[in-house]
């Protein structure tokens, strides 16, 4: 198993400036005022292609040789990294398949057709998922781009926490939310190496907390369907980012589904941003932990914003 360094997120925030974004970041004193904190807002919701996961799907793509590349890339995802391999393949004129589960919202299989890939339909499970996508694999030789256990793709990640400490100084926190543990390795690749005095969470739904049993046990618990309204978060850690969550995070805190949608609910409210269920779920940890980050300058990933408009979750 290879682990990422911080020469390759050097690299990869070279081999990725002109293809991504560097995002803004917001903040909003009504929302500081409610969690005792200083919260600073890292929108990836801006990014390009709507998520953070186009810094890790471009680093990918763009780092693979014309060998490589002619072959096309292939991906299983819920959604976002699915869109940003197909955005990141359609930059470099190569072909893109994404495996994604029949129930993954409506919008994120528009939007990875849009940017030109192919859809391949699944059962809501990731034991589905990795069966359909070898039938899928085997047919097309395609190269693998994991959506998260995966070192171009982590390097990738780690850029974004990169460009926060560079735009806000002192921090105290980072706080992201966590599924397969992309980001969160990413954010622990630099802010292990460039600021370790920074404390890094995770945030988590209640109803899809596996790394946070795991990061409890001491190893990989995977829960095979969790059931959450952040559909990002539903898969489960693996080994490489499972090796930044044990040896990089302070904790994983956990929140309800009706604390995620009354998060995002004041997000779109106070700060008139478009972010999508999973991206609320780190504020919502927040609100429900105030002690944790009482008087804190605390930096949060906002980690997307293609949210299905139609099926909103407060409808």
Not at 132 to 146: L, Q, S, Y
Request: glycine share 8%; with cysteine.
């Amino acid at each position: 198993m290879y682990i990422p360094t911080l020469a390759d997120m050097t690299a990869a925030e070279e081999r990725i400036r002109r293809h991504i974004h560097r995002t803004p970041v917001l903040t909003s004193s009504f929302i500081n005022s409610l969690a005792g904190a200083e919260l600073f807002f890292k929108c990836e919701n801006f990014q390009k292609a709507g998520a953070f996961k186009a810094r890790g799907a471009s680093n990918a793509v763009f780092g693979l040789s014309d060998e490589q590349a002619a072959r096309g890339v292939a991906t299983h995802s819920s959604g976002n990294h699915g869109t940003c391999l197909s955005y990141a393949a359609g930059r470099r004129g190569i072909p893109c398949t994404v495996v994604m589960p029949r129930t993954a919202p409506q919008a994120k299989k528009d939007a990875v057709r849009g940017y030109g890939g192919k859809v391949v339909e699944c059962e809501p499970s990731t034991s589905s998922r990795e069966a359909v996508f070898a039938e899928v694999v085997a047919e097309t030789g395609a190269e693998f781009v994991h959506p998260y256990n995966d070192p171009r793709v982590i390097a990738g990640q780690a850029t974004c926490s990169k460009e926060l400490i560079e735009q806000v100084d002192g921090l105290d926190a980072v706080i992201a939310p966590i599924g397969g543990g992309g980001m969160v390795s990413g954010t622990c690749l630099t802010l292990s190496n460039l600021a370790p005095r920074i404390r890094i969470y995770a945030a988590e739904p209640e109803q899809a907390d596996d790394a946070y049993r795991s990061f409890k046990a001491g190893h990989i618990i995977a829960d095979d369907a969790p059931n959450t309204v952040a559909d990002g978060l539903k898969v489960p850690l693996k080994d490489l980012t499972w090796h930044f969550v044990k040896n990089h995070v302070t904790d994983i805190l956990t929140a309800s589904e009706e604390d995620i949608v009354d998060a995002m609910k004041l997000i779109w409210k106070r700060m008139k941003i478009v972010m999508e269920p999973s991206s609320a779920v780190p504020l919502a940890t927040i609100l429900k932990n105030k002690h944790v980050f009482a008087g804190k300058r605390v930096g949060i990933i906002i980690t997307g914003g293609n949210v299905d408009l139609d099926k909103l979750p407060w409808q």
